[in-house]
């Protein structure tokens, strides 16, 4: 159903993705470390409505994983080269936790040249690290699951000595609920490590370092933003750029509806009824 195919970027690297279906494109975008495969769950509901396109991002799955550029900005103009060079125009995006920050950053840069139509975001805070003159309520709604730039080296340092499946999963494990079976997390994590640990940690880095909380008023198109209750990331984060953004709503999976990091791939069916009946609506 789905067909592996690559793209260009205007600074020489080679994307690649997979891609089926018929009708209004729409863009599948993976988180950190994640592979297009990871939307494995969504290919064929979604190609009923739509043309997929699922993207490994720089660095990420098969796509070539060139010395630099992995910064949130260099994604998202390799996100506008990708819309280019496949000509794809008035699309819809779903993005999940690091690419929701690369929505962020594509509308910020080019979403007046080649804008979404619709997009839906999974469980991706505004700001993930904390400032000292922050309140409470403040790091409540930016999400800010890191206090400290003390503590932010640290997990960079631990993703650059990553160098097994079991070390990775030591990283990530806690983001799914005890639903996912041993062997399709070890699965998982071995696409992970197809990009490489440093680029990881400097990806990460960078990421970390954001903080897109007034660009969310500048949103106008229609958004999805999705959460679930076993979320690392604090509710009152995704509730803000719901209430923040002009036209967005919100979707909170429970635990029992697989309400992890990653509840498209823990569910979904759940997901795509949802997200596809936004989309189409």
């Given at each position: ?8 970027t ?33 290919f ?11 993207l ?7 796509s ?71 309140t ?103 509730q ?42």
């Open positions: 159903m789905m067909e592996r195919k690559t793209v260009m205007r600074d020489g690297v080679e994307l690649s993705y997979l891609t089926g279906g018929q009708g209004r494109p729409v863009l599948l975008l993976g988180g950190w470390s994640q592979t297009a495969t990871v939307w494995a769950g969504q064929a509901d979604f190609c009923q409505s739509h043309t997929v396109y699922a490994d991002n720089r660095g990420h799955g098969e070539q994983k060139p010395s630099d550029g992995y910064r949130i900005q260099r994604f998202a103009k390799d996100l506008f080269d990708v819309a280019e060079a496949l000509d794809l125009h008035d699309f819809d995006a779903v993005g999940h936790s690091l690419s929701v920050a690369m929505l962020w950053a594509y509308q910020d840069m080019f979403g007046t040249d080649r804008p979404a139509r619709r997009m839906v975001f999974i469980d991706e805070p505004a700001a993930l690290m904390a400032r000292p003159s922050w409470e309520q403040e790091i409540k709604e930016a999400g800010s699951i890191h206090p400290t730039l003390e503590a932010l080296d640290e997990m960079v340092r631990s993703i650059r000595q990553t160098r097994s499946i079991e070390d990775h999963l030591a990283l990530i494990g806690g983001m799914f609920s005890s639903r996912v079976s041993d062997a399709t997390l070890r699965e998982l994590a071995a696409e992970n490590l197809k990009l490489p640990r440093n680029h990881a940690a400097d990806l990460i880095e960078n990421l970390m370092l954001q903080d897109w909380r007034a660009l969310l008023p500048n949103i106008p198109q229609p958004t999805l933003v999705f959460t679930g209750e076993l979320s690392w990331h604090p509710l009152a984060s995704q803000f750029i719901a209430e923040t953004m002009p036209n967005a709503s919100l979707e909170v999976f429970s635990e029992a509806e697989g309400g992890s990091h990653f509840l498209m791939f823990e569910n979904p069916s759940l997901f795509n009824k949802k997200a596809l009946r936004f989309l189409n609506g």
